[in-house]
């Protein structure tokens, strides 16, 4: 691990001169970049929100101590680099990890930024001290932190419990960033403060939000655009209009509506990358029937994975487990141990039949079918799969009804476990196992909404956590998959494919191929125009 840490010292260190001595490049400055979002957040704290219509406004608003490289496509621990802290250090034993900032940043109302806002903010992450987080959806990735010590005003350690050596990750994610010491947790929900290229101007629900250059950013000539505005446009078609019209200068498309936008506007440029978020079906395992596996298991026999595939996402999506699975993905199964989980035979009707003979175990059948209300989020990413659930479970003797919530409204339900059987979209936004497994599937996580608990599957989880060798890890990954598999409290759906199309003029902006929530510091991007 000392090896380890002075290696990463020394590869930040490297990565900071070269980034500072990079030759620039033909950008412009200047101009407002208008981009869509596709729902209205309950606030502007990341740190509370567990959507990308918070993060990817909000981003450009912080910065974090390190950050995944926003021009490498795949986020991985080879791809992090410097941010507030200019280099960082393991100790010996691999349970102190040690940062130093950079010194001479300012928040946005003008006051230093220090190694205590460093402190302050996981501290507060972790529930420590009279402020906190209204919502805590975050706090199970600190769980391993004991404690936070600084020394002067840049140098801050955080302490472990145990080795932990993917913990970087969890950091560089878009939805870690600083937040400052002087600043209440109500005000940052309203009106964030930031140190990062944008300041926050004003954000009206179900319109817009909007951010504005940061003149006096900590990184000189950043960032090149005067302004973002964020529109607010839940319905995918008339997003596509307004990008078609050029009232916006980039569109999340999904792939059945690709063909059609770029019949409307050719010149646009569009990357189809994966959504490392799945979509999972829920089921609460603490409500009868559904405490019963047997039950559980039948639902999972019903599932046709391609059928998602082939009609959410036009064919480009993946088959996967609990993590992202390759190419895309760096932690998960391949395909041919991927198979080999209960319920993942490609023989959708050999499944099938197992299913309706559980279902007719339990006293279920034709005549005697089980009625069940499907709860989703209102929006399409979450509808559309909710509808296709509610048409396969039909199939093994099980009649669901569609419920609707306002994304306002639906975290905090999921989180109550206020639901019977649900479809959702994990909202990690990061290939990380650590985060995975500790956010949704330890005992008593807060985003555990299918409230699984197996004290040998949190045991797996913690040795996969201190594992520095990446093959051993991932083989520990793959056993805790097929440990979640076998409960089938959270049976993930697909993984899909999506568009993200710019107008050409529209320039620096790279799309991560598995996270949608990393890449949007937006400090590099510009207009040609």
Known sequence: MGRTGCVLRVVAAAIAIVGATAPSLAQKAGGTLHMPDFASPASMSIHEESTIVAGIPAMGVFNNLVLFDQHVPQNSVKSIVPELADSWAWDEDGKNLVFTLHQGVKWHDGRPFTA????????????????????????????????????????VTFHLKRPQPYLIALLASGQSPVYPCHVSTAQMRAHPIGTGPFKFV?????????????????????????????????????????????????????????????????????????????????????????????????????????AFIAILADGEGAVGGTILPPP??????????????PGYDPDVQKNREAARKLMEKLGYGPNNRLPVTVSTRN?????????????????????????????????????????????????????????????????????????????????????????PEPDKRRKLVWEIERRLAED?????????????????????????????????????????R
């Not at 507060?124 to 975050?138: A, M, S, W």
Request: net charge negative.
């Open 116 to 155: 205590a806002d460093v402190k302050c903010t996981w501290d507060r992450l972790r529930e420590v001290g009279d402020d906190k987080f209204r919502i805590n959806p975050r706090k199970s990735w600190y769980g391993n932190v004991e404690s936070i010590t600084t020394e002067g005003n840049y140098q």
């Open 202 to 306: 004003e954000f009206k629900p179900n319109e817009s939000i909007k951010v504005v250059r940061n003149t006096d950013y900590w990184k000189p000539g950043r960032p090149y655009l005067d302004a973002i505005e964020y529109t607010i446009i839940p319905n995918a078609a008339t997003r596509n209009l307004a990008f078609a019209a050029g009232k916006t200068d980039f569109n999340f498309v999904t792939i059945p509506l690709l063909k059609d936008l770029k019949a409307q506007v050719p010149q646009a440029v569009c990357d189809i990358v994966m959504d490392n978020n799945s979509r999972d079906l829920l089921i609460n395992r603490d409500k009868p029937p559904f405490d019963n596996p047997d039950l559980r298991r039948a639902m999972t026999l019903a599932l046709d994975r391609q």
């Open 328 to 341: 895309d993905g760096v932690w998960g199964m391949p395909p041919e141990v991927l198979n080999t989980l």
């Open 379 to 467: 929006v399409e990413g979450y509808r559309d799969a909710a509808v296709i659930v509610i048409g396969q479970l039909h199939e093994v003797y099980i009649d669901g009804t569609l419920e609707l919530i306002d994304t306002a409204n639906w975290f905090p339900r999921v989180m109550r476990k206020d639901y019977t059987v649900g479809v959702t979209v994990s909202e990690g936004g990061l290939d990380e196992p650590d985060q995975k497994f500790y956010e949704n599937y330890r005992c008593g996580a807060a985003r555990n909404y299918s409230n699984y608990c197996d004290q040998e599957t949190d045991a797996l989880i913690d040795r996969q956590s201190m594992e």
């Open 488 to 528: 089938a409290s959270r049976p993930v759906l697909l993984y899909s494919r999506f568009a993200n199309c710019r107008q050409p003029w529209l320039k620096g902006l790279t799309i991560m191929t598995n996270s949608r929530f990393n890449g949007w510091r937006m400090e590099d991007v510009w207009l040609d």
